[in-house]
């Protein structure tokens, strides 16, 4: 039974008239010979005059005579505007170039329409096929290893559902080697120390590590050598002037690995001899103090806490970077961090990954090489105008080039630049009620979202929309509930131990 039929409109709109007694919903998708198309907008419709209407309404509410029609369902009616989503032709998935027929009958879409996707190589599994409310049974993959170093945008407000988004990405990630990932975990919910998380996962033990300042048994503490600290790791962390900057560079030329020490244990003269002024001394030794938490007491460096220290970890990045390679996943618990010190840590740990990369590259040894993919939480604290070149910003303009990428969270898109956000060429849109963050996103997709503004904002928790150039266009999905997934693994697990 047809639910609506096509009465007008024009290329990317078009006119259904709904059924009496169906129901059309923002963001289903209706099928009509071999087009697939989207609900975007609805509206009420009428063969009645507005002021019969008025006239007629006006009675009913104060009670007076029967105001009921005569063929009701003919007279007023519901309008949905849709666009053409996709065109199957030869079994192949084609950008719609035409309209639908006139007073075309159209029907709600089932699994059997989408039998042209496929399984890419190297899958990262994203969710299921959504129509308006209603899942199909239809799972949504796109190339991962390609799709991971060209750059994944998550962008929601709060309570739609990005953390729930990237458990089941890592979920999926774990067996699979072709990425090695780095989640810096602000909130300590990915792991799952007193909850579920990755740790539950059957392949945890060999694919995850997790650094923290408190690790459970078998993790690993955090904590970085001083030693393996250089004047590019401040970028974009530690507000430094031009001068200040200068002085970095002519301490660590002149001391190497020890320029640290030996900057904040420099005396005025001794400064004054390399060219740097008292007051800048002064000040640059104040803001390295509080930037690594440490102390100089008789011409001795000390740490006064446990993240940065002068003894010990001279391997951990190394160890972090090498794991990346070898398609693994770390999880850094930076919950008990200030903001500072957590990206300070986050910049050296990438900042090492994305050199390695580089140096495979200029040998010819990146195709031997996972992708490499950084995990960041609010992101514009690192990619925004106000954070400065960095690290995360290079990777986001030419990460691709050396299979390095970032999967960006964020809940204020419209404070990314937009040459980031353009290169960010997955977006998995979760719902959005800010007009001004939703226009930043569309304006950004791979795919035509000008008239999608309504229907992200009706997303509810756990429905996203993927507009990626690694799909052929933009696909509503309804992703797993991530417990879901943990007590499917525990229930298939029990199974094959009762079947032996």
Same mark, same amino acid.
């Given at each position: 039974?047809?639910i609506g039929q096509i009465v007008?409109?024009e ?5 259904i008239?709904?059924k009496?007694g169906?129901?059309?919903e ?9 087009l697939? $198309?989207?609900?975007?907008?609805l509206?009420y ?5 507005? *002021?019969?209407?008025e006239r007629? #309404?006006?009675?009913e509410l104060?009670?007076?005579e029967?105001?009921?029609?005569m063929e009701?369902?003919?007279?007023n009616?519901?309008?949905a505007?849709a666009?053409?989503l996709v065109?199957?032709k030869d079994?192949a998935?084609?950008i719609?170039?035409i309209l639908p027929p006139?007073?075309g &009958?159209?029907?709600r879409v089932?699994k059997?329409d989408?039998?042209?996707l496929? @399984?890419p190589?190297?899958?990262?599994y994203?969710?299921?096929v959504r ?6 049974e239809v799972?949504i993959h796109?190339n =991962? %290893?390609?799709?991971l #170093?060209?750059?994944i945008?998550?962008p929601?407000t709060t309570g739609?559902?990005?953390s729930n988004l990237?458990?089941?990405? /890592?979920?999926?990630l774990?067996?699979k ?5 780095l989640?810096?975990d602000p909130?300590d919910?990915?792991? !799952?120390r ?9 392949e945890? =033990?060999? *694919? ?5 300042t @408190?690790p ?5 503490h955090?904590?970085?050598n $001083? ?13 430094i +002037? ?7 560079y002519v301490?660590? !030329?002149?001391?190497?690995? &020890?320029?640290l020490?030996?900057?904040? +244990? #420099?005396s005025?003269?001794e400064a004054d001899?390399h060219g740097?002024?008292e007051?800048t001394l002064?000040?640059l030794?104040r ?11 008789n011409e001795?460096?000390?740490?006064n =806490? &446990?993240?940065?220290v002068? %003894?010990g ?5 190394r160890?972090?970077?090498k794991?990346?390679e070898d398609g693994?996943?770390v999880?850094?618990?930076? #919950? ?7 990206l /300070?840590?986050?910049?050296?740990i +990438?900042d ?9 590259k200029e040998?010819g ?6 992708t490499a993919?950084?995990?960041?939480e609010?992101?514009?604290?690192v990619?925004?105008?106000r ?11 030419e ?7 970032l999967?960006?969270i ?13 290169n960010?060429? +997955? ?5 959005n009620e800010?007009?001004s963050?939703? @226009?930043?996103?569309i304006?950004?997709?791979?795919q035509d ?6 229907n ?8 996203a ?6 799909t052929k266009?933009?696909v509503?999905i ?5 417990e879901?997934?943990?007590e499917?693994?525990?229930?298939s %697990?029990?199974?094959?131990e009762?079947?032996g």
């Amino acid at each position: 039974m047809p639910i609506g039929q096509i009465v007008g409109g024009e290329y990317g709109e078009v006119l259904i008239r709904q059924k009496s007694g169906r129901t059309i919903e923002i963001g289903d998708l209706l099928a009509i010979d071999d087009l697939i $198309l989207q609900v975007l907008d609805l509206e009420y419709g009428s063969l009645l005059e507005k *002021n019969d209407i008025e006239r007629m #309404s006006g009675m009913e509410l104060e009670g007076y005579e029967e105001t009921a029609l005569m063929e009701e369902e003919i007279r007023n009616y519901i309008y949905a505007k849709a666009k053409p989503l996709v065109r199957i032709k030869d079994g192949a998935p084609r950008i719609p170039k035409i309209l639908p027929p006139f007073f075309g &009958n159209l029907e709600r879409v089932n699994k059997e329409d989408f039998e042209f996707l496929d @399984d890419p190589q190297d899958s990262l599994y994203l969710g299921k096929v959504r129509s308006g409310s209603q899942v199909l049974e239809v799972p949504i993959h796109i190339n =991962g %290893k390609e799709a991971l #170093s060209h750059h994944i945008l998550i962008p929601a407000t709060t309570g739609r559902g990005k953390s729930n988004l990237v458990k089941v990405m /890592l979920w999926n990630l774990i067996p699979k080697g072709y990425a090695g990932l780095l989640i810096i975990d602000p909130h300590d919910e990915y792991y !799952g120390r007193n909850e579920k998380g990755a740790k539950d996962h059957p392949e945890a =033990g060999k *694919n995850i590590e997790y650094y923290s300042t @408190d690790p459970p048994s078998g993790g690993y503490h955090l904590r970085i050598n $001083l030693s393996i600290l250089r004047p590019w790791d401040l970028r974009g962390i530690v507000d430094i +002037t031009e001068a200040q900057n200068q002085a970095l560079y002519v301490y660590y !030329g002149k001391y190497g690995k &020890n320029w640290l020490e030996n900057l904040l +244990t #420099s005396s005025l003269e001794e400064a004054d001899s390399h060219g740097v002024r008292e007051t800048t001394l002064s000040a640059l030794k104040r803001k390295l103090r509080l930037a690594f938490d440490i102390s100089v007491k008789n011409e001795e460096v000390r740490p006064n =806490g &446990n993240i940065f220290v002068n %003894k010990g970890s001279e391997a951990l990045v190394r160890d972090i970077a090498k794991s990346i390679e070898d398609g693994k996943k770390v999880i850094l618990d930076t #919950s008990s961090l200030p903001e500072d010190k957590e990206l /300070l840590i986050a910049g050296i740990i +990438t900042d090492r990954i994305f050199k390695n990369y580089k140096s495979y590259k200029e040998k010819g040894e990146l195709e031997d090489k996972p992708t490499a993919a950084i995990v960041i939480e609010e992101a514009p604290r690192v990619l925004g105008e106000r954070a400065g070149r960095n690290v995360f910003h290079q990777i986001a303009r030419e990460g691709r080039k050396f299979r390095v990428g970032l999967i960006a969270i964020t809940q204020l898109s419209s404070m990314i630049p937009r040459e980031i956000l353009a290169n960010m060429n +997955t977006k998995i849109i979760l719902g959005n009620e800010m007009k001004s963050e939703r @226009d930043a996103i569309i304006g950004s997709a791979a795919q035509d979202l000008s008239k999608d503004s309504k229907n992200i904002a009706s997303l509810d928790k756990g429905e996203a929309i993927v507009s990626s150039i690694f799909t052929k266009f933009a696909v509503p999905i309804k992703i797993d509930l991530f417990e879901d997934l943990v007590e499917d693994e525990r229930g298939s %697990k029990k199974k094959l131990e009762f079947f032996g």
